[in-house]
């Protein structure tokens, strides 16, 4: 598996996909041209690795430090954390970590939104 790392541009956040440490970091603005098409790599990078780490004991994480979200890029988050939540019910080790200014009270909100009906271990840390 190789590491996937994509410079931030202002409509579009940086990424890095660290299969060393299982990590995928999403961090500062997201509202790409074309959504869809930035997140699929990481979509399959995520599944990649949740397949790779089926029964692992460390965990593979999401990283999200996003200060704002279109409405694609909270679809294609929400697609993310729909398979990571798969993965920990079938016994896969996952963890967020969501980090978010405390200023920006939108994004805490989202966060809280987006992941309180999941089952799988998460930290939401306000800085």
């Not at 598996?1 to 440490?21: H, K, L, N």
């Not at 098409?37 to 979509?43: A, G, I, M, N």
């Not at 929400?78 to 798969?86: C, F, K």
Request: proline fraction near 5%; aromatic fraction near 6%.
């Amino acid at each position: 598996m190789e590491r996937i790392s994509i410079q931030g541009t202002r409509s579009s956040p940086e990424v890095d996909c660290d299969p060393a440490t299982k990590t995928l970091r999403l961090e500062g603005e997201s509202y790409p041209e074309n959504t869809f098409d930035f997140y699929k790599p990481l979509v399959a990078w995520l599944e990649d690795v949740l397949a790779e780490n089926d029964g692992g004991s460390d965990p593979v994480t999401l990283d999200v430090a996003l200060a704002y979200l279109n409405t694609g890029s909270i679809k294609s988050l929400m697609d993310m954390l729909d398979r990571m939540d798969e993965a920990h019910e079938a016994g896969t080790a996952v963890a967020v970590v969501w980090r978010c200014d405390a200023e920006n009270e939108r994004v805490v909100e989202l966060a809280e939104e987006l992941l309180e009906d999941l089952s799988l271990p998460y930290e939401i840390k306000t800085e």
